[in-house]
């Protein structure tokens, strides 16, 4: 079963990831900020990503920048899950290595189809 | 009242901010437990569409889809079998009537045939007193006479034999005939009432079975529309995380006014613009706060619909759609034991007609018989009434008398030849009505009833099919009766989730208020606040923490002091933009 590692500070939307993707059939662990995302990215495999960005202790960009130099993760699908929709902010994220941006709320749907289309 | 010092403020927004921590905290603990009680909701939905969706599977099997043509071609055959028998019978009775009526002509001609057989019998004794008066002139004469003698017997017995038959027979004709007449009325209502019923069986078994076969259209309808209430709990639950973040930034806000407002400034016309800082940024907060309210109202109510529509899912037709099968199942074998009686009732009445117009036969062959023999005797009688004449006129001037004989018997013969062509033509009609009567009787045979009886063995097939549906329907509707009764206990819950959610944000209201009251005290206090702060200044300031569009575009109406922007929620969630 396909691996995702959900990160944000706020319950209910790991919550509501969780509810959907593990509904479409993958396994999600849970993290609530950055630096709890990093240590479950360090100690095991993750075939996709989804981060908030604001979130204390560790943001998704400083996240994503981590994870990027972890090996086996150049290529790992990374998606910014977030309320910003400025276009700085998005260009940060894509620096940082993100494969996509999603402002919150996400749609259902979508997410499952992004994550099958990305999860190879 | 007294004027509002910067320490005042300072301790009303600390108290504020307060408040509002309390209701984040509380607002998340209770937005935790509603994506609870939703998950919980959702996962006992899916248990129900899942077992309505195998009922559905089955329901859409090519076999169990045939069943209603089957039924339907069921009706059509017991439909036409019982008019056919109905025509048939109505033929039938039409044929006796008419039998009747030739046996009266039949009886007429064997009386008539009496008549000359009585005739010949005479002629007989006549011949024979003047074969002895001749004597040995008379010899030819005398064969004359004996062949005129035997046939004298021959047609008398054979008229009396078709006379007895006919009189026999027309007792049973007209016992049938009454019969038929009396009966045939009752037997058309009988027809009339069996077709009525099946009318009735096929209109309600059409009307269940296209109930049915419009179940999976409706739960694929259903599911299309669970799903969508479910994405739009998934993205109104997320729509707390952004109203989480909006509180804090207006506690951050609250802070940093504070902090400010507990600065001692260094002049009077700084702490003239600090008050006037103090006033916009108070002002922009109560924007957010109203849009909060706004937003909260809608998310939560949102929440509270969508999830009473999932809940009903319990008490739905998909829900139901086992006893829908089962009720449909049982309707299609008790109709169809209906019909088979029915049929019965229907068969039972073709052997009683089958009884009556049987025996006929026999007469049929008798007068075929005679009408032959008959012209037989014509042709015979044509003979002899000219050797009759020839040998008159052998004997010239001494047969007189035997002139008189011939003569007779050429008056029989034309008679017995009027009489055999009317034999004949009652014949042809006899015939015509026997032929009418059988192509009416091949309805009541059991090749008559075959494709009925295909039609329900074919019924039958459909019906096991459909009995093994509602079989694995029933097994799934006990399941499906258990996740509805654990569902039906989660609606208290649910009903409460949207109470609780806006109980929590209910705080806002009396935070609102402060803050209303104490921009206006400054209004009072310090009139020059209204016009005293640099716009662009306070959009730098507030702008870099915020998070979303619609707090920047709350945060620019309430500087440039414009009606709030009307919150617009939009439940369907965002898409993903892929780099």
Redesign the interface.
Known sequence: MKRILSV?D????R??VT??LR?AGYEVVEAVDGKDGLGKVSAGKFDFVITD??MPNMDGIQLITAIRKLPGYAFTPI?ML????QVEK?DAG?KAG??????????????IS?AQKLIR | MAKQSSGNVADVLDRATGKLQMLARDSESRIASVAKGFEGLATQTDKILSLASAIVDSLESESLRSVLPKVQTLGTSARLFFEERLNATTGILSAVEGESKLLRQFSQVTRRQAGIALKTSVLTMFTNIEVGRLGSEGTGFQHLAQTLSEFSKTLTQDTEDLARHIEGRKPAIEATRRSLSSELPGLQEEFARIDIHLGDDMAALQSGLVQLSEAPVQFRACVENIAQQIAQVVSAIQAHDITRQQLEHVQEAFDLITSKMRRPEKSKTAAAQELSRTYASLKVQIYQLQNIQATVRTWTSQIRTCMEVILNVSASDVAGISPLVLAREQEVSSKLVHIEQLEHEGQGYSERIRQTVGGRSTLMLLVGEHTEKSKLVRHRLHLLSLNSIIEASRLGSQADAVFEIAKSISDISIEWGKVTEQSEVTMGEILGLVEQTSGLMEIFSDAGAEPLGEAQAQTRIGLAELQTTAAFAARQAHEIQIVTEGMQAMSAGVGNSGNLLEAAYGHVDSVLKTIEDLKLQMELDYPHVKRGFNIAEMEHLFSSSYTTEMERDVMRAALHGMPLPVAQQSFEGNTVELF
């Open positions: 944000d706020s319950a209910s939307v919550q509501m509810f959907t509904n960005l604001n998606l977030t309320t910003e929709s998005k894509r993100a494969t996509g941006w999603i402002v919150k709320p996400f749609n259902a749907a979508q997410l992004v």
